[in-house]
C-alpha cells in the first residue's frame, strides 16, 4: 500500500527565510504526489502535484517540489517565507482513485 | 457553485444521537470523496463514490457509519448512536474522474459527541 511521511510536525521559520518541508512516500508502483495547505478552519487547497511529467514541479505561491526517485522524496520549497504562508502542510500519494495524506507540518512564520 | 460546500459548518451532538452530514460536489464531477481529520492528523479517507455508487467503501470504521449519493451529486454521511470517538473534522472532495487526478475540498464539518 502506499504511504508518506512527513518530517517533521513543526517547521519555524523566518519572514524571508527558505522553506523546506520534508515528505518521504513509499509506493509499489510509479507514484502520483500532491501538496496540500490547510489554513485555519478552511479546507484543503492544491499547491501543487506530480504526475511523472517533470520531477520539478512549481505550484502556486512561489512553492515548488522536486520528486527525487532515488530518495523516495518529493520535499516542499519557498525560497522566502512570508508571514501569510503560516499554514499546516499535507504530502499525499495517490492510492488508484483515494488519496493517503501524511500526519501533516505546521509552519510558523516569524517576523 | 464555485467550490465544494459542506453543511453544517459544526455539529454538536449528545452521544448515542443520529447525524447526517451534507456535501454539494462541484458541478459535474463525478468522483465524490468522504475523509475524516481526527486533531493532529492528516485527513483518512472513508468512502469514494464513482456516480451514484460506492465504489470503495473500506475506509468506514465501522457498521455505524453509511453514505449516499443517491442522483450522482449531492451526498449525505449518516452516522449512527454517535460515540465521543467519532468527533473530528469530516471532509468532503470532488474530482472530475477520480482517477490519480486532483480533488477539491470543501471546508469540512466539525462533529463534535458530547
Known amino acids: 500500500a502506499q504511504s508518506v511521511t512527513q518530517l517533521g510536525s513543526h517547521v519555524s521559520v523566518s519572514e524571508g527565510a527558505l522553506v523546506l518541508l520534508r515528505c518521504n512516500y513509499s509506493s509499489s508502483v510509479p507514484p502520483y504526489l500532491f501538496w496540500y495547505v490547510q489554513y485555519p478552519n478552511q479546507g484543503l487547497q492544491l499547491l501543487l502535484k506530480?504526475?511523472?511529467?517533470?520531477?520539478l514541479v512549481k505550484g502556486i505561491n512561489g512553492f515548488e517540489a522536486e520528486f527525487k526517485k532515488s530518495e523516495t522524496s518529493f520535499h516542499l520549497t519557498k525560497p522566502s517565507a512570508h508571514m501569510s504562508d503560516a499554514a499546516e502542510y499535507f504530502c499525499?500519494?495517490?492510492?488508484?482513485?483515494?488519496?493517503?495524506f501524511g500526519a501533516g507540518t505546521i509552519l510558523r512564520v516569524k517576523s | 457553485g464555485a467550490g465544494v460546500s459542506q453543511t453544517p459548518s459544526n455539529k454538536v451532538t449528545e452521544k448515542g444521537k443520529y447525524v447526517e452530514l451534507r456535501c454539494d460536489p462541484i458541478s459535474g464531477h463525478t468522483a465524490l470523496y468522504w475523509y475524516r481529520q481526527s486533531l493532529g492528523q492528516g485527513p483518512e479517507f472513508l468512502i469514494y463514490?464513482?456516480?451514484?455508487?460506492?465504489?470503495?467503501d473500506s475506509g468506514l470504521p465501522n457498521d455505524r457509519f453509511f453514505a449516499v449519493r443517491p442522483e450522482g451529486s449531492v451526498s449525505t454521511l449518516k452516522i449512527q448512536r454517535t460515540e465521543r470517538g467519532d468527533s473530528a473534522v469530516y471532509l468532503c472532495a470532488s474530482s472530475p474522474t477520480g482517477a490519480n487526478t486532483e480533488a477539491f475540498f470543501g471546508q469540512g464539518t466539525r462533529l463534535t459527541v458530547v
Open positions: 499525499a500519494v495517490s492510492d488508484a482513485h483515494k488519496l493517503v
Open positions: 506530480y504526475t511523472s511529467a517533470a520531477t
Open positions: 463514490f464513482q456516480g451514484t455508487g460506492a465504489a470503495d
